[in-house]
């Protein structure tokens, strides 16, 4: 009886509330009064202070990178060359896709910390030599779409 | 005007109450029951109220579930250290509840019904009052038929004792959910009649030209027959898909442009919860690199990635940091690539950024099907495993993994080369685990089904089936999951921590919920220290309902 009387209070008081699952058509203009804004929960306040790893630099937007002073000697794929050289270990190869999933060493080069990932290799270079397990050095390239591709890898000697 | 109804705590739930322990009994004061409609709620003492919310989804009404009338449930922002209660009354026509999830409550309190409490009956209020003694990123939902589906998800930000291991200047929840004017026991249905009702990327005579064309007629055929004898299709890689869902960010559809404001060169953190009922979700934002400095409520070592997969029921909080004066679109595609949720982040409201076209559809290969290595021709000749045979043949089971994988340093499948992907090999804990102690014993499971049938389980068994995992309090115990089937699943421990044997020794990384990758073999490590009966399953809602749930009994 109670729950009864008090659903359309509810239900009036919350006029804001359901907007979920509501698909208002995309509108080219996008009023800001009826973008959904979200909740800013505040800042960190004081870091403890054990542990206080800093963002790597590759975790600052690339592209305005270039343009703020602040990262202009940051070193971008090194100045003049687009190529960067790192060791690792081959997870798998996919001769199909012609690609390799490594896990590599940082890359100082290109400020990326340690990573597995997957890259494509270039045409050229024969994979049947690169099996799971071995550790490889390689340099890799970036293409004009900014991934980067295998343009060499070889052997390191030693297994995992 | 009248304020809702004073607790309306029956006798009845006073009695499950005080089996549940003494502190569901300490009385709530009355003036909180009033539910106000807060998008966030802090401190210690909590009202909410389920009920239904009437919804608009791409034209059509729809009754969807709700806390306070609002879908999702509001934040809940706790700390670290203190008790909090929270009062929890039913408006449905049918019994509710919720869960916790991830956050570590005496058993009573884990709102799990059947197992954990009688669950909330129509009308009634259940008071849940439990100490916090974890920080991080969770989120609660109802752990009632499907009611999470419609609606009843929220996120849970704990704030820790000892202060943040990263600083940043701003901090959002990004919820993402799937939602659909279909009611849930209508999906359910369609995939009994037929699993693969809502996968229009099937391969089709058209596309048997075009791979005939790429990989030579002789092995497009060969490809076929050997799906074809396994009854499968390679393009099934979620039960559900953007056919019939719409997928959310904080319950708003990609068209609303959801949006979080920040100043460039602001450490902005955001915290990604999968809400989803069936959807798995790959995250990116263009142009902006994220460091992933939490996964399920644990700090780990910060990896920067330029794109994750995310489990339903995962979180992984990411701080990214975008210098420029301009819009960044929140990109997250649904696995199948069916459809995505969409936000923004942008230095004033109104703006928004290209949405980026949608990557490559995954297809599963032979190593999904844990057959890594194998040709076509070996097939009849090869043997199974005691186990696997064991399994073979049973009306619950449609395939068994002959040589299941460790497939840890690999995302999975359907992401473009070149990026760096979150692999679950990536996830370094910053600090030791809190038990050095060896597993005394194993638990192997598969996770097994039958697609054509809608059927699904551990082992070959539905839950009604199987009896409960049986541990003693203080065991410390590994799990081996293996999966036997064609699609992920995310498996959620209820009230004890699964720590991921990833490779880092004893930094593994602290979850809630693993995803299995398919033709995966991966293990973790439990220390029983919890007693109560837990709940133990798939995190996809259907999967969960049509049998992949265990009890684990912590005595």
Known sequence: MIARLCRPLVMGLLPVALIACMNSPPTSAEPSASVPLGIDLGGSGPVIASVRPELSPDAIDTEAKVASPQYRNMPMAHAGHNDAHGTGTVNSVDPAQHKVNLSHNPIPEIGWPAMTMEFPVAPSIDLTAIKPGTRVNFTIEQQPGGMYEIRAITPAGGGR | MKPFAPLAITRRRFMQGAAAGALSLIPFPLRSALAAPAPVLSGTDFALEIGTVPLTINGR???????????????????????????????????????????????????????????????????????????????YHSHSMFQEQTGLYGAIVIAPKAGYAQAFDRDYVVLLSDCSAEPPETIVSNLKFQSDYYNYGQRTLGTFIADAQRAGLADTVADRLEWGKMRMSPTDILDVSGATYTYLINGQPPGANWTAIFRPDERVRLRFINGSSMSIFDVRIDGLPM?????????????????????????????????????????????????????????????????????????????????????????????????????????????????PAERLQSAGEGFPSGRRILAYADLRAIKPGSDPRAPTHEITLHLTGNMERFIWGFDGKKFSEAGPIELKRGDRVRFVLINDTMMEHPIHLHGLWSELENGHGEYRPYKHTINVKPGERLSYLVTADAPGRWAFHCHLLYHMETGMFREVHVA
């Open chain 2, 61 to 139: 009404q729809a009754v969807g579930t709700g806390v306070n009338g609002q879908i999702p449930a509001p934040i809940l922002r706790w700390r670290e250290g203190d008790t909090v209660t929270l009062a929890v009354t039913n408006r449905l026509s049918e019994a509710s509840s919720i869960h916790w999830h991830g956050v570590r409550t005496p058993s009573p309190m884990d709102g799990v019904p059947g197992l954990s409490f009688g669950g909330i009956a129509p009308g009634e209020t259940f008071v849940y009052r439990f100490p916090v003694h974890q920080s991080g990123t969770y989120w």
């Open chain 2, 291 to 403: 460091t992933v400095v939490q996964a399920d409520g644990n700090d780990v070592a910060p990896v920067t990635v330029d794109q994750f997969r995310i489990s339903v029921a995962e979180t992984y909080d990411v701080i990214v940091q975008p210098a420029a004066n301009r819009a960044y679109t929140i990109f997250a595609q649904a696995e199948d690539r069916t459809g995505y949720a969409r936000g923004t982040l942008a230095p004033r409201p109104g703006m928004s950024a290209a949405i980026p076209p949608m990557d490559p559809r995954p297809m599963r290969t032979m190593a999904d099907m844990g057959m890594t290595g194998m040709e076509h021709g070996e097939m009849p000749g090869m043997e199974l495993s005691p186990e696997g045979k064991r399994l073979e043949g049973k009306v619950g089971v449609d395939n068994v993994a002959m040589m």
